[in-house]
C-alpha cells in the first residue's frame, strides 16, 4: 500500500487531507507532523511514496529547507508543496529545487487527490524494480515482465544490450502489451538510474498544454499562465523522460522535441532563454509512424531520432504460450493484492477459456479479466462461472467488425449528409445476430456517424472537426484510424477496418 507524508503545522489540513485522500480507490496510508524535525525522521522511518509539505513551518525552518533534506535521504520522492500566500517566486524557487508539484491553501481536496495519485504513479514508474524474469514467485512485487516466448526474449535481450547506452528507444506494439514496463525496465537498468525517471502521455494533453508541461512556459505567455512554470524536459535533467503516444505530438512540438534531441537545448514557451539539459527521451507509440510521415503528419527527421533503437513489443496473441505463465503471475500479484490467502488456483476449463480468448487488449486486458475473477470468485478455485461473460462465451468484448457493415462514402464538397443516423435497421440487424453488446454498438455506431459528419462538414480538417467535438485532435485522430475514415479525397468509412 502507498504511503503519504502531510507536513503542516495546522492539525485541520492533517485530518482534511487523511479523509480526504481515503476516499481514493486505492487509499494510502497517511502520517502526519507539524515540524521539519519530526518530518525528517519520519521520512527515514515511514518511507513516504509523496510528500505534502507546507512552506511555512515553526522554528524558523521553511518547507524549502526540508525538500533539500527528503531529497538527501530519497530523491525520487514526489513532494507537493503547500502554499498559504500568494507569492509566485517561493512556489517557482519550490518547483526549481525538484519540487513534484504546489498547491494553494484553502486545499481543493478533489484536485489534490488526483494530484496526490499521479504522484503516486511517478514514485511507482521509478522505484519499482522490474523483475525480468521467466518465472514469477509468489514474493514478487510490482509489476514486473513475464515471458519465455522467443519474442519476448528477444525483447528482454534488447533491452539488456541497449539500457546503458545514452541512445533514444522507440518501443512500437499494440495498446496494452507493456510498453510502459519496457520504459521502466530501460530506466532501472541504465546508468541514469538514480536520477529522475518522468513520464508524459502526449496524447492525454491537447496541444498547447502539451508543450506547456514538456518545455514549461514564462508568467503572461499565454491566457492562464500567472506563473512561470518549470516544464519536464527542465525537471529531468539527468535523467529519463518517457514519452507515451508519441504519435500525437503536434507538429510544434515534434520540432521542438527534435531540436532537443539534436543538442539538448530549448526554451520555455513564451520565452527566450536557451537551457540547456541533459535528457535522455524513451518514446512509444501504438500508431504507424511511417504511414504518418508519408501522410504528412509526422516529421520523418525526428523518426529517425527517436528510433534510435526500436523495440518492437509482440501482441498476446502471438505468444500464447506465455498465457498461462502470465495467468499465474497476475494470480499471485492479484491475490496478495486482494487478501485472498485463501484462493488456490484456477480450475483447467477455466485456463483452457482462457488460453483460447483472443485477448484483443492484450497483457492489459488479461490482467483486467484474472483482477475481474478474483473479485467474482467465492471459493479457493476460480472456474468458468467466475470468468467475465465475454470471455466466458469466447466471444471478443465487442463486435466491432461485424459493425464494420456500415459504410459512408460521400465526397467531401457533396451535399450528401452521408450515413443514416437512422439506428433501426442497425439495431434489427444486431437483435438477429443475437448480439450481446448491442449498447456499445450503438454508442459506436452513432460516435462513427457525428465523427464522419463533422470531419465531412469541416472537409477533413481534424483541427477545426476537434474544436466543433470539443476532444482533443489526438482523439480524432485516433477514431479517423479506429473508424477506417478516409481523408484523402472523401470522408468515408472504409470495410473491415476497426
Request: charged share 25%; proline share 5%; glycine share 8%.
Amino acid at each position: 500500500m502507498a504511503r503519504v507524508l502531510v507536513v503542516d503545522d495546522d492539525r485541520s489540513v492533517h485530518l482534511m487531507v487523511k479523509r480526504s485522500l481515503e476516499k481514493m480507490p486505492n487509499a494510502p496510508t497517511v502520517e502526519s507532523c507539524g515540524d521539519a524535525s519530526a518530518a525528517v525522521s519520519l521520512v527515514r522511518s515511514f518511507a513516504p511514496d509523496c510528500v505534502l509539505l507546507d512552506v511555512m513551518l515553526p522554528g524558523g525552518v521553511t518547507g524549502l529547507d526540508i525538500l533539500r533534506d527528503i531529497q538527501q535521504i530519497d530523491s525520487k520522492i514526489p513532494i507537493i508543496m503547500i502554499t498559504g500566500g500568494g507569492d509566485s517566486s517561493t512556489a517557482i524557487e519550490a518547483m526549481q529545487l525538484g519540487a513534484y508539484d504546489y498547491v494553494n491553501k484553502p486545499l481543493d481536496l478533489p484536485a489534490l487527490n488526483a494530484l496526490v495519485e499521479r504522484a503516486l504513479e511517478t514514485r511507482r514508474m521509478a522505484s519499482v524494480p522490474v523483475a525480468i524474469e521467466t518465472a514469477p514467485t509468489t514474493e514478487q512485487q510490482g509489476d514486473s515482465f513475464v515471458g519465455r516466448s522467443p519474442q519476448m526474449l528477444e525483447v528482454f535481450k534488447t533491452i539488456g544490450r541497449v539500457a546503458k547506452q545514452n541512445v533514444p528507444v522507440l518501443i512500437r506494439g499494440e495498446s496494452g502489451t507493456g510498453k510502459e514496463l519496457v520504459a521502466r525496465s530501460l530506466y532501472q537498468h541504465s546508468e541514469r538510474v538514480g536520477m529522475p525517471f518522468l513520464a508524459v502521455n502526449c496524447a492525454a494533453l491537447p496541444d498547447t498544454l502539451l508543450e506547456s508541461e514538456l518545455f514549461g512556459h514564462e508568467k503572461g505567455s499565454f491566457t492562464g499562465a500567472d506563473r512561470k512554470r518549470i516544464g519536464k524536459f527542465e525537471q529531468c535533467n539527468g535523467g529519463t523522460l518517457f514519452l507515451d503516444e508519441v504519435g500525437d505530438m503536434s507538429g510544434i512540438v515534434q520540432g521542438k522535441v527534435l531540436r532537443l534531441l539534436q543538442d539538448q537545448t530549448f526554451e520555455r514557451v513564451g520565452g527566450n532563454e536557451t537551457i540547456q539539459t541533459d535528457v535522455r527521451i524513451i518514446s512509444a507509440t501504438n500508431r504507424p509512424l511511417e504511414d504518418m510521415v508519408e501522410a504528412g503528419q509526422f516529421r520523418e527527421d525526428l523518426l529517425y531520432r527517436l528510433n534510435g533503437v526500436m523495440v518492437q513489443l509482440p501482441p498476446l496473441r502471438e505468444r500464447q504460450g506465455d498465457v498461462a505463465l502470465l495467468i499465474q503471475h497476475y494470480l499471485n500479484q492479484l491475490a496478495r493484492e486482494l487478501h485472498r490467502s485463501n484462493l488456490e488456483g484456477i480450475s483447467p476449463e477455466a485456463l483452457q477459456i482462457l488460453q483460447a480468448h483472443d485477448w484483443p487488449g492484450n497483457v492489459r486486458e488479461l490482467q483486467a479479466v484474472v483482477r475481474r475473477a478474483l473479485l467474482n470468485t467465492t471459493g479457493p478455485v476460480v472456474v468458468p462461472d467466475f470468468l467475465p461473460p465475454e470471455v466466458r462465451k469466447g466471444k471478443p468484448r465487442s463486435n466491432s467488425r461485424t459493425q464494420n457493415t456500415i459504410k459512408a462514402t460521400t465526397t467531401v464538397a457533396a451535399t450528401s449528409t452521408g450515413p443514416s443516423p437512422d439506428l433501426k435497421p442497425f439495431i434489427d440487424e444486431r437483435l438477429t445476430s443475437e448480439s450481446t453488446n448491442l449498447y456499445a454498438e450503438a454508442i459506436g455506431f452513432m460516435e462513427r456517424y457525428v465523427m464522419t459528419r463533422v470531419l465531412q462538414e469541416t472537409g477533413g480538417n481534424q483541427t477545426r472537426a476537434s474544436e466543433i467535438l470539443g476532444i482533443t485532435r489526438g482523439k480524432v485522430r485516433d477514431r479517423v484510424k479506429q473508424f477506417g475514415i478516409n481523408l484523402d479525397r472523401t470522408v468515408e468509412i472504409a470495410s473491415g477496418n476497426e
